[in-house]
């Protein structure tokens, strides 16, 4: 796996904590320190997001992608030292039970794990019960509130414990995929691209909790032309019928034209035509997706002022928001390519 991918994808930066704290960075750190050395202006505007900037032309051309993660917030404190915890983003409570987690305090990295009421211990009528996060609670080793205080404090960011790796082939898993692997694309396509136009990229904040970032962003920059960089869910596995979900890894980038049933993104006609055609034109390995739920900063960034043509590029991914995903770098790879490609062309009219 590339060395800057496996550092995105366990570097923290949940949902409002991009920028990370005094006594370790988050993602947005090294977001920057790479589009530093390809682009003429970095900087951060009063929200977090990450603006950068190369190229000068008539149009403008905007890439975004988001960098905050799923993850925890510390909530409360109990008198035996058990943390209990609010969540940020769209977590399915299911996956959180037994999870190994980190909480980014000033004082240091404390480790600890999510805790539940062992099932041998509950009732018949418990056990049928959906599990409910506010039923669980972190350990951090503490026996009381005292101890537990003076390590954690309220607000303090919790991120599911780094991974990232490769799991078989082009295939790689790694925490914080969604959307760390558009950051990757977005790096990538900021240090290739080379046309008449001013061409931004913006690493955004607060995605997952109200596409925040981006709404700021699109507004400040006012573009003719946007993408969004962003993951979308893959339906190759058992428990995801075809009609779900088509999208495959390997099988290209995901060029999602229709998001949350139309909620979302309704892609505009001629900028479907020119990411599909500029991806056949190139041999570019892709696929066409409709989804009926969720949405990417696209969602608000078309909708600024008079309205931007904008275009969603998204990475098929399996086990999206949870604490590992699992894509490919074939589809990263075409991703970059069709970003690349279809700005160029834009730039070119």
Do not use: W
């Not at 505009?268 to 055609?277: G, V």
Request: glycine content about 10%; proline content about 2%; overall charge neutral.
């Amino acid at each position: 796996m590339d060395e800057l991918l496996k550092k995105l994808l366990e570097a923290p930066g949940v949902s409002g904590y991009e920028s990370g704290i005094a006594s370790s960075g988050g993602v947005a750190a090294i977001i920057e320190a790479e589009l530093k050395k390809t682009c003429k202006s970095v900087e951060y505007d009063s929200m977090g997001n990450l603006i950068s900037k190369k190229g000068s032309g008539k149009i403008k051309i905007m890439f975004a992608a988001h960098m905050d993660e799923i993850g925890l917030v510390v909530k409360f404190i109990s008198k035996e030292g058990f943390i209990y915890f609010a969540k940020l983003g769209g977590i399915d409570d299911r996956v959180l039970v037994g999870q190994r987690v980190v909480i980014k305090t000033k004082r240091g990295d404390v480790s600890g794990i999510i805790g539940l009421k062992p099932p041998h211990l509950m009732k018949e009528e418990e056990k049928k019960q959906i599990v409910k996060y506010e039923d669980m609670f972190i350990d951090i080793g503490c026996s009381t509130r005292e101890e537990a205080a003076s390590k954690v404090a309220i607000a303090d960011s919790v991120i599911f414990e780094p991974n990232a790796g490769v799991l078989n082939g082009s295939l790689c898993y790694g925490k914080a995929v969604d959307n760390r692997v558009g950051c990757y694309v977005l790096i990538k396509v900021m240090e290739r691209l080379k046309v008449d136009a001013e061409v931004y990229g913006v690493a955004t904040v607060q995605e997952e909790v109200g596409l925040k970032g981006a709404k700021i962003s699109a507004f400040r920059l006012n573009p003719d032309y946007a993408f969004a960089l962003d993951t979308t869910i893959s339906g190759d596995t058992p428990s995801i019928k075809e009609t779900e979900s088509a999208m495959k890894l390997g099988a290209g980038v995901g060029i999602t034209v229709i998001e949350a049933s139309g909620r979302g993104t309704i892609v505009n006609e001629r900028m479907k035509d020119l990411l599909i055609n500029t991806a056949a034109e190139n041999n570019i390995k892709h696929q066409v997706g409709v989804m009926e739920g969720g949405m990417t900063d696209a969602a608000v960034i078309h909708l600024n002022r008079e309205g931007v043509l904008t275009g969603v590029l998204s990475i098929p991914t399996r086990y999206i928001h949870s604490p590992t995903g699992v894509f490919s770098m074939d589809d990263i790879n075409s991703a970059i390519d069709l970003a690349v490609k279809s700005a160029e062309k834009l730039a070119a009219k």
